[in-house]
Nanobody, 121 residues
């Protein structure tokens, strides 16, 4: 059974940084795209960033230049380095993995518990 365990969230002041981790288990994810989504209170879940199995990356416009996604295939783990955090980044952050195709919220029916990120002003 595939499991994704997000960690690293917390409370940080505006301008601060956090590093999220997502450990995947149940299969080898080295040939999977892995990425992050987030859901703010009262809003729909949205795409944040994705990294392909080759290392290509893509970001939502709202986080470009501030967030960096990376992966360690040996550890089946994907990371999200978040810098210059702003109150609007406050959300529960989720990771997911997919073998092929698009990487949007509609492509996934199963989600982990996520990790809460709260940015105070």
């Amino acid at each position: 059974q595939v499991q994704l365990l997000e960690s690293g969230g917390g409370l940080v002041q505006a301008g601060g940084s956090l590093r999220l981790s997502c450990a995947a288990s149940g299969r080898t994810f080295s040939n999977y795209a892995m990425g992050w989504f987030r859901q703010a209170p009262g809003k729909e879940r949205e795409f944040v960033a994705v990294i392909s199995w080759t290392g290509s990356t893509a970001y939502a416009d709202s986080v470009k230049g501030r967030f960096t996604i990376s992966r360690d295939n040996a550890k089946n783990t994907v990371y999200l380095q978040m810098n210059s955090l702003q109150p609007e980044d406050t959300a529960v952050y989720y990771c997911n993995a997919k073998r092929t195709g698009t990487f949007t919220t509609n492509d996934f029916s199963s989600w982990g518990q996520g990790t809460q990120v709260t940015v105070s002003s």
